[in-house]
């Protein structure tokens, strides 16, 4: 457990508009990832960071930024919500890139009507 | 994108049985995770592979990392209850573009009759 948690947990928002998760890590892991996960998909990678300022994108990160202006901090925007985006979102961190395991956040339900 | 292929997609048994699963893929992987997940709840990692060939036990799981580095599978012994959940397989790259990114198999559903 490397104290993750993501707010808000739930969220319902209309078509069109902005949204904003957050992630907060309290175990100083230099790499965050945020993964969205749909029934039939398992997780898929939307962006990660490996550092302060510093992020890249996953396999499914149209319609998505990031930002990350804090270690402890990785913030996920969707800059204007579309029912498609409707999933589970999860945060994850590591203290390696390769070697060491990825730890989940509780995740963020939202809802995009 | 990249998928691991894992199977069964889904699983009914009853207490106390043997459970096996596997993931496949046509990469290779430098390591090989297994990730349990409970309704509501994030992704909890069960076991950890490094090395071609490695066979690692936590408890009633057992898991191994496939010789050709292109599979896994994970087995879980005389089943209980709360053995209910989600099992994702995991592979992890240490190289090309993929490098550092998990690729995650579309689970499997466990569930377990009294």
């Known amino acids: 457990d490397a104290g993750i948690t993501q707010s808000p947990r739930h969220k319902v928002t209309e078509t069109g508009t902005p949204v904003t998760l957050r992630c907060h890590q309290t175990e100083n892991h230099r790499y965050m990832y945020w993964y969205r996960q749909d029934p039939g998909h398992g997780l898929r990678l939307i962006h990660y960071?490996?550092?302060?300022?510093?992020?890249d994108k996953g396999e499914v990160s149209d319609g998505y930024s990031v930002s990350r202006s804090k270690t402890e901090d990785f913030l996920l925007t969707l800059e204007s919500a579309t029912s498609s985006q409707t999933s589970v979102y999860f945060c994850a961190t590591s203290s390696d890139r390769v070697r060491e395991t990825q730890y989940f956040g509780p995740g963020t339900r939202l809802l995009v009507l | 994108g990249q998928q691991l292929n894992q199977s069964p997609q889904s699983m009914f048994i009853q207490e106390g049985e043997d459970v096996s699963m596997n993931c496949t893929s046509s990469?290779?992987?430098?390591?090989w995770l297994w990730y349990k997940q409970d309704p509501g709840e994030g992704p909890v990692l069960l076991i950890a592979?490094?090395?071609?060939?490695e066979l690692t036990s936590n408890g009633r799981l057992t898991a191994q990392f496939g010789i050709t580095r292109k599979d896994s599978f994970l087995n879980i012994s005389a089943s209980i209850p709360s053995d209910v959940g989600i099992y994702f397989c995991a592979g992890l790259r240490a190289g090309g573009t993929s490098y550092g990114k998990l690729t995650f198999g579309q689970g499997t559903i466990l569930t377990v009759h009294p």
């Open positions: 960071s490996y550092g302060v300022k510093d992020t």
């Open positions: 592979l490094y090395k071609a060939g």
């Open positions: 990469s290779i992987f430098n390591t």
